[in-house]
């Protein structure tokens, strides 16, 4: 037995990863992008024609690494290798992978163009140098400076070197909009650029006299683009992340991490989800073994319609009937929202708890009624099969009683069924609570799980969909101990 759990235990390691490879490619196959649900322009991935809008998704799909190709994306989720900006330094990751546009000009050259955008300093630059280096950006762009602080500033940009390039790119970019009316400005960071890039840009005379100064603006950004401002060499800070190492990651919107999140809304939904699985159990068995003893009579026929009518209520429907039943527009004897009152805090222990319980009755209720239906026919049908089998005759020609033969003999077998549904069962009602904690506003895994869907959030539609699907593995594993504890001729080897 001991091997037989190790062995799947190991085996649940490729599983997940599939599992991760399955979401993964799920995710980025259907609609929408967190960068434009981010800025609120849309579940569909629509941007407007605001280069403002275009900048911010740009800089939200950096920040989250997702301008990198999707096999990246993946190796730097699944890990152990952390492949974001502060890890393993054998790597170079993206700083940018912004597109450029290649302006074909009337008489057939093309001309190298970028979005102007802020370019940040490089990983691992000096803070010193940097905030050096702004300074004498600022003294640059000041048009009341004076040719002295001008050329000062220009001298030490320019012997910075490849340091200097981001902040003369920000200053352009500040410049893009009035380019005109700060022309002296956009001409001396233009005259600085060479020396500290170490390259005499050559932007094509036709588009020149087309565009003016903005086509050596633009013309700049371009050869930023594709000469080397794509991608920087890892500094080594994290050598690890990633799902093998436990690392879920941060939610993209909010920046928190992801796993205490998970931990915080599993105290909610696990003792909602097992209380709900436990009376399920205690309430399903002894119904189903009644149903199969009462075979064919009026009795088992009225249980039987009473059970199937509250498998087919949809869980939605059912959550608001009872909230107008049990709520102030009712009965008023439940609360309907929530687990706690406003006020819990201020509650001593045992009242809080109380306030809990009433507050859970009526989540667990619906969470209950599907699969103690469910449950119960499956044991009538287990428990109907064993009655059937030629070791019960025996036992009944023995004149045991009926109790005897039920409970000492047929029960045990009868339970095999029902312990293969405990495999999913836990799983679906994890997974499952979405309905029942967006109808009742708890604050669970389900309702967590929908709005990372809603908000396009990979690192959360990621964590919760792995969970369930590790959840699951984990089901069926204790369902195959069990059948062993309920008949001893199963062995695992």
Do not use: C
């Amino acid at each position: 037995m001991l091997f037989f759990v190790l062995r799947r235990l190991l085996l649940m390691v490729p599983t997940t990863i599939g599992i991760a490879l399955v979401v993964f490619v799920i995710f980025h196959a259907a609609p929408g992008d967190p960068a434009t649900v981010m800025i609120g322009a849309g579940t569909g991935g629509q941007l407007g024609q605001n280069s403002d809008v275009e900048g911010r998704v740009d800089k939200f799909r950096r920040k989250h690494g997702l301008d990198r190709s999707l096999l990246v994306q993946f190796f730097d989720y699944l890990g152990p290798f952390n492949l974001d900006r502060d890890g393993v330094p054998w790597f170079s990751s993206p700083y940018t992978e912004r597109k450029t546009d290649e302006v074909e000009l009337p008489g057939g050259q093309v001309a190298l163009e970028g979005t102007p955008l802020p370019i940040d300093h490089l990983p691992g630059a000096d803070p010193e140098l940097s905030a050096a280096l702004d300074k004498a950006r600022a003294a640059l762009l000041d048009d009341g400076a004076g040719e002295e602080a001008w050329a000062a500033a220009a001298r030490e940009l320019g012997e910075a070197g490849s340091a200097a390039v981001p902040p003369l790119l920000t200053a352009l970019d500040r410049l893009e909009a009035s380019v005109e009316s700060r022309r002296g400005a956009v001409q001396r960071v233009l005259a600085v650029l060479p020396q500290a890039a170490g390259v005499e840009l050559e932007v094509p005379l036709a588009r020149r006299a087309q565009v003016g100064l903005l086509a050596d603006l633009r013309g700049w950004f371009g050869w930023y683009y594709s000469n080397g401002g794509d991608r920087v060499q890892n500094t080594g800070e994290d050598w690890w992340g990633g799902l093998l190492v436990g690392d879920l990651r941060r939610e993209m919107q909010s920046d928190k991490p992801v796993a205490p999140e998970i931990v915080t809304r599993l105290k909610v939904t696990v003792p909602l989800a097992l209380a709900s699985v436990l009376l399920s159990y205690l309430i399903a068995l002894p119904l189903g073994i009644f149903s199969a003893r009462h075979h064919g009579k009026r009795r088992d026929g009225i249980v039987t319609v009473v059970l199937f009518v509250l498998f087919a209520i949809p869980t939605f429907w059912a959550g608001l009937m009872l909230i107008l039943s049990f709520g102030r527009t009712g009965l008023d004897l439940l609360p309907v929202v929530g687990l706690h009152d406003k006020d819990a805090a201020d509650l001593a222990p045992l009242a809080y708890a109380w306030d809990t319980v009433l507050h859970a009755l009526l989540p667990i209720l619906t969470m209950t009624y599907g699969s103690l239906a469910y449950l119960s026919r499956q044991m009538r049908a287990g428990m109907m099969d064993t009655l059937r089998q030629d070791y019960i005759r025996t036992a009944r020609a023995k004149g045991l009683s009926e109790d005897k033969v039920i409970y000492k003999h047929a029960l045990r077998n009868s339970m095999i069924p029902v312990l293969t549904l405990l495999a999913s069962v836990l799983p679906v009602l994890i997974g499952g609570s979405i309905i029942v904690e967006k109808v009742f506003d708890v604050p669970g895994m389900g309702r967590y799980a929908f709005d990372g869907l809603l908000k396009r959030d990979f690192n959360i539609i990621m964590a919760t969909t792995i969970l369930v699907g590790v959840m699951t593995q984990v089901g069926i594993l204790l369902s195959d101990i069990t059948y062993s504890l309920v008949d001893p001729r199963i062995r695992h080897e």
